[in-house]
């Protein structure tokens, strides 16, 4: 599973959800920490494009992502944990408004957002999940 959500490169070909990646930056080492990447989603109709990239990693247990946009810091954690019959995969994310006007768009927007990105993780999970479990 670690070698299907650290592809980044070929994320459009597992996340239903992304419609590009475009590799703006290889990681500098060994480890994909450094890496960033353009990623384009359709969001709530509409495109929306990302400049993420990876700040923390331990393989094959988690990876950290970053992006900031809009005035606001978005990160994401995706983290593997052996079960007894397989493994669990869970995603965690937080979004920091930092400007003014982000804040007050998180105030009178933030329900919806919370809505729409809860149905958009279940889904890229969902689609992780498939993919592993048709490698298999």
């Known amino acids: 599973m670690w070698n299907v959500i650290t592809d980044i490169r070929h994320a459009a070909n597992v996340i239903s959800g992304i419609k590009e990646i475009q590799i703006l930056e290889e990681a500098a080492g060994p480890h994909f920490v450094g890496l960033k990447w353009k990623e384009t989603r359709e969001w709530m109709g509409k495109d929306a494009v990302e400049v ?4 923390d990693a331990c393989a094959p247990t988690f990876y950290e992502t970053r992006a900031e946009s809009h005035g606001s810091v978005y990160q994401s954690r995706f983290e593997l944990e052996p079960t007894e019959c397989g493994t669990r995969l869970t995603m965690q994310f937080n979004c920091r408004p ?3 006007g982000a804040r007050i ?4 927007m933030g329900w ?5 990105l809860r149905k958009v993780i279940a889904q890229d999970l969902k689609d992780v999940k498939s993919a592993v479990e048709n490698a298999q």
């Open 98 to 100: 930092e400007t003014i």
């Open 105 to 108: 768009m998180w105030i009178l």
């Open 52 to 55: 993420m990239w990876i700040t």
């Open 112 to 116: 919806m957002a919370k809505r729409s």
